[in-house]
């Protein structure tokens, strides 16, 4: 047996979502109740205008005429106060059940009579078709209350059925019969009506539940990238600003301090990283790219820090590769990396003393896709039954005491598990406290015939002089950034010319003269976008590099599709602005000598 715990806001939660339907339902039930009310009139019309009874009978049609107008009118009216209401309980929902059962129940009367006691044969068939008229609309209308339906039904085939028997001739026995078969299958349609309504009421509100949603979580979202947008601003300038710190005369506590703050920045810089992927995740809006890229370099040069990160913990840090890699293949990179990275970051907190090893293996080759299963290994501390049943949730870590002892937002593994899920595969854990745990994971990865990166500047080493020194156009609005790149820039050889918009911008490159545009995407005037396109629409060919605060694939297409050429997220180090600047000066030499770009 399975038992649901609830918290008393999941609990009120599903109250609020129950009393919403039921709210519905009472609305629906006063909008059908309104054309249910006007057909009384016309019944009773068409029965003295088709039948003797007006005639013959002239108190009992004018009683029975009088007292369906009237509770004609008293449930038209409380159909009326309830399609008004604001919110639940309100009288009008109760009047109009009252009312619901005065009317059938008068109907009930009338046709009782006129089948016990007025025994015509156009009488009988009036009698007949109004009744089956009445329960048929009964059965539809009173659907959202099956059991207002059932009752209201039986008040008035039950008398009907009772007045024929009690007649005593053959005809009224066989009437009576017949009715009886027909309430039987109007309350079985009934039962189905409802069961209809209630299923597509609960659909419809449910539909509307996941596009609330989805909505809210698209709103996250944007808000979350706006905010990283804000806070990668001014932590670029951060970042900078202790980057052009470190390159000064300090002494060993100064610098000892300036590589604290600078190691603060860059975790702070990780944490808002996890809150953006996973905010993405959530909004469904966490994409992938597909590109060429070499599997054994990628992976060295990523989990490279970690390396030496192992080594100052006093670790052995091990990757293992299998000979039947192929050297390229088509995927996300950037993605795999970040996955490895938190696995292999983890494992090397997580150890004392050891070894932490990963392994990267063909486990199932076929045509032109290769399984490549990936394992992240360590002798750490283990992680224990329980822990490991909610380790991939969002905000979860093993121990409570885990955040204090090692940081970290507990965003990892849930982000990391769900990009493998993302590029087609599973993630796997198995842990033995006291003696190491091994995550691992498999994916689908497409050989590629060629290895070519269209949308990445080769990784080069820094310009230290020994590249030719070039004049660069610097578009940032932030007077801190502004400083920071321009300082950067000039430290490293070469002229610099800084402008503060996106107009200044296409008037400074229209002069010529620059090897390089580097552009912030958002600034006042015209923003780095506009400004890109403005330039490319006045035939300028010059390198535009996009410099932004925002992050994903989303913004890097925008750019693209402006007319940049590559993009380079805040904050960035010194050194990729160096990798950066020497990749655009080494294509400019290939396509002056004709001569390939060197790269490492």
């Known amino acids: ?57 002239p108190k009992f049609y004018l009683a029975s005429a009088i007292v369906t107008f009237s509770v004609g009118l008293w ?52 009698l007949i078709l109004s009744g089956a008229g009445l329960v048929a609309g009964a059965s539809t209308s009173l659907a959202p209350e099956p059991r ?99 390159g000064t005369a300090l002494d060993a506590r100064q610098r000892e301090y300036a590589q604290m703050a600078r190691t603060a920045s860059l975790s702070l810089l990780d944490v808002l990283n996890s809150i953006l992927d996973y905010s993405k995740s959530e909004a469904g809006k966490m994409k992938l790219e597909a590109i060429s ?8 040069t990523a989990l490279g820090p970690l390396r030496l990160a192992a080594r100052a913990k006093g670790l052995e840090f091990v990757i293992s590769w299998d000979s039947q890699l192929r050297r390229s293949y088509m995927g996300d990179p950037l993605r795999l990396s970040q996955v490895l990275i938190n696995l292999a970051s983890n494992a090397i907190k997580f150890t004392r003393s050891g070894v932490v090893g990963v392994r990267v293996q063909v486990t199932e080759r076929r045509p032109g896709l290769d399984m ?20 991939f949730q969002p905000f979860e870590q093993a121990r409570l005491s885990t955040s204090r002892s090692h940081g970290g937002t507990g965003l990892g593994l849930t982000i990391s598990k769900q990009l493998v899920e993302l590029m087609g595969g599973q993630m796997r ?41 070039v004049r660069v156009l610097v578009a ?10 321009v300082t950067l820039l000039e430290r490293l050889g070469h002229q610099v010319d800084a402008v503060s918009n996106g107009e200044e911008a296409v008037v400074a490159a229209a002069t010529g003269g620059y090897a390089l545009v580097l552009m912030d995407c958002q600034m006042p005037v015209l923003d780095g976008l506009a400004a890109a396109q403005q330039i490319r629409a006045a035939g300028v060919d010059i390198p ?27 904050p960035y180090t010194a050194d990729q602005l160096a990798n950066l600047l020497a990749g655009v000066t080494s294509r400019r030499a290939a396509a002056q000598t004709g001569q390939p770009p060197r790269a490492e």
Request: with cysteine; hydrophobic share 45%.
């Open 75 to 126: 449930r038209a009216a409380s159909a009326l106060s309830v399609n008004r209401q604001k919110e639940q309980g309100a009288a009008g929902s109760g009047w109009l059940r009252a009312s619901t059962y005065t009317a059938f129940a008068c109907w009930g009367i009338i046709q009782y009579g006129v089948a016990r006691y007025q025994p015509h044969a156009a009488l009988d068939l009036m």
């Open 429 to 469: 854990l198995a842990s033995v406290v006291g003696k190491g745990s091994s995550f691992s994971f498999i994916i689908p990865l497409p050989v590629a015939e060629e290895f070519s990166t269209p949308r990445e500047l080769p990784a080069l080493t820094p310009l230290a002089g020994t590249q030719p020194s």
């Open 476 to 485: 940032e609005d932030n007077p801190v950034n502004r400083k920071v790149v």
């Open 293 to 300: 890229f070499p599997m054994r370099p990628r992976i060295e």
């Open 544 to 570: 535009i590099i996009a410099l932004t605060a925002s992050s994903g694939h989303e913004d890097r297409d925008r750019a693209l599709a402006a007319g940049m050429n590559d993009y380079l997220a805040k």
């Open 372 to 391: 490549v299963t990936f394992t992240v290994k360590d002798t750490g501390v283990g992680i224990p039954d329980e822990a490991q049943r909610r380790l």
């Open 148 to 246: 207002l339906a059932y009752r209201s039904i039986s008040l008035i085939s039950l008398p009907t059925a009772v007045g024929f028997m009690l007649r005593g001739d053959a005809a009224g026995v066989g009437m009576s019969i017949m009715t009886v078969i027909y309430y039987l299958f109007i309350l079985v349609q009934t039962h189905q009506n409802s069961e209809s309504y209630w299923g597509a009421l609960r659909m419809r509100d449910s539909q509307a539940a996941r596009l609330a949603a989805e909505a809210q979580a698209h709103a996250k979202a944007e808000l979350l990238a706006q905010m990283s947008h804000e806070i990668r601003t001014p932590l670029h300038g951060v970042v900078g600003t202790l980057d052009l710190l470190g």
């Open 1 to 57: 047996m399975v038992r649901v715990l609830l918290s008393p806001h999941g609990l009120s939660a599903l109250t609020a979502q129950e009393d919403g339907l039921r709210l519905q339902a009472e609305k629906d039930l006063a909008r059908r109740a309104l054309p249910g009310a006007m057909i009384y009139f016309l019944v009773i019309l068409i029965a003295g205008w088709t039948t003797p009874i007006a005639k013959v009978y």
